[in-house]
């Protein structure tokens, strides 16, 4: 599945499509839902019916208008709906797919037990590179795999939601993404919907086992304003206001355990790195560190504001068969490597 909002992405989105078309294991159906774009909706919808002298492609996707509020979790929600597989893939519609991405995803649910599966995501910098500055520590803020998780094909909290697959039938169980959770074109990048149902799953079926597969490629594209420290700074603050909902969706201990983890081992390793290759001369180092020290304050400053502005926030269980909703405030302002999957 892939969800589009806007038509300056225009060439990506269909790049997307076409890796997903291309894929080793093919899909047994490829969704594309419009975030309320009607011009979008349309341009792709004559885009794959073949229109004008250009050949209708031999399995083209099915483009769908998101039913819910405007928003990511929403438009995800819409196209669970409508999906039937028994699986459902998620690509970004800035991305590409390795051409064995879904056949790495789709191995694992060999295991009656798997119940979600990520793979690895890697950044494609518009500038051609790296910024020197940016540490991979981070990569997160970026919708990448960042540097502290755990390589190879290994259990997690949480899989990423640029690069993820779940059985479809969890969704019943447990109901879909959280809406007001995660991102909206016209507001503040927040994040963490996959994270918040993710721990939904396991507190309802405790033995489920959810993994990442770093087999399992996709290639992100990183726009150059995300190579900026100012969106490096408010993106990290607006994870630590997403932080705060999902630790009061889920409770704060299941909610905030890797990230505990990730603060107090892997970001001072890396403050130690950049300072290490400062003194040696290399460039960057001290700036890496220091971007480091200002996006772990920046992620506890959102969330220290998000506790006060959320504390009498209820966070719904939302159903994909109905209408989501959003988070209220009244006081504040078969298995797919026997079957079929779907993309």
């Given at each position: 599945m892939i969800c589009a909002h806007t038509q300056e992405r225009w060439a990506d989105v269909l790049a997307a499509v076409a890796s997903v078309r291309d894929q080793s294991y093919p899909a047994a159906e490829v969704l594309v839902v419009v975030d309320h774009h009607d011009a979008l909706l349309a341009r792709l919808r004559e885009h794959f019916g073949g229109a004008g002298d250009r050949p209708?492609?031999?399995?083209?996707?099915?483009?769908?208008?998101?039913?819910?509020?405007?928003?990511?979790?929403?438009?995800?929600?819409?196209g669970i709906a409508a999906a039937t597989g028994d699986v459902v893939a998620f690509l970004d519609d800035d991305a590409?797919?390795?051409?064995?991405?879904?056949?790495?995803?789709?191995?694992?649910?060999?295991?009656?037990?798997?119940?979600?599966?990520?793979?690895?995501?890697?950044?494609?910098?518009?500038?051609?590179?790296?910024?020197?500055?940016?540490?991979?520590?981070?990569?997160?803020?970026?919708?990448?795999?960042?540097?502290?998780?755990?390589?190879?094909?290994?259990?997690?909290?949480?899989?990423?939601?640029?690069?993820?697959?779940?059985?479809?039938?969890?969704?019943?169980?447990?109901?879909?993404?959280?809406?007001?959770?995660?991102?909206?074109?016209?507001?503040?990048?927040l994040g963490g919907e996959e994270?918040?149902?993710?721990?939904?799953?396991?507190?309802?079926?405790?033995?489920?086992?959810?993994?990442?597969?770093?087999?399992?490629?996709?290639?992100?594209?990183?726009?150059?304003?995300?190579?900026?420290?100012?969106?490096?700074?408010?993106?990290?603050?607006?994870?630590?206001?997403?932080?705060?909902?999902?630790?009061?969706?889920?409770?704060?201990?299941d909610g905030l355990a890797a990230e505990r983890r990730h603060t107090a081992r892997v970001l001072p390793a890396g403050v130690l790195r950049g300072l290490g290759d400062a003194l040696l001369g290399r460039p960057g180092g001290l700036v890496r560190a220091g971007a480091i020290v200002a996006g772990a304050t920046a992620a506890a400053g959102g969330y220290a504001v998000g506790r006060l502005r959320y504390r009498s926030t209820v966070v719904p269980r939302t159903g994909v068969g109905g209408p989501p909703t959003a988070p209220t405030a009244p006081s504040s302002p078969n298995t797919p490597a026997h079957g079929e999957a779907a993309a």
């Open positions: 209708a492609p031999p399995t083209p996707p099915r483009i769908m208008a998101n039913s819910g509020p405007r928003g990511l979790s929403a438009g995800r929600n819409t590409v797919a390795e051409r064995d991405w879904l056949r790495h995803l789709a191995a694992a649910y060999a295991d009656p037990a798997v119940q979600a599966v990520g793979g690895r995501t890697e950044p494609v910098w518009a500038s051609g590179r790296r910024p020197r500055w940016f540490p991979a520590e981070f990569d997160w803020v970026v919708g990448c795999t960042y540097r502290g998780l755990p390589p190879g094909k290994v259990r997690v909290r949480n899989v990423l939601g640029g690069n993820a697959s779940f059985r479809t039938r969890v969704f019943d169980l447990v109901g879909g993404f959280t809406t007001g959770i995660g991102r909206d074109a016209g507001r503040r990048p994270t918040e149902l993710c721990i939904r799953i396991t507190q309802a079926l405790p033995d489920a086992v959810l993994l990442i597969d770093d087999r399992a490629v996709i290639h992100h594209r990183v726009p150059a304003v995300r190579e900026r420290f100012g969106y490096f700074r408010g993106r990290a603050y607006a994870e630590g206001l997403s932080k705060a909902l999902v630790a009061r969706s889920v409770g704060a201990r």
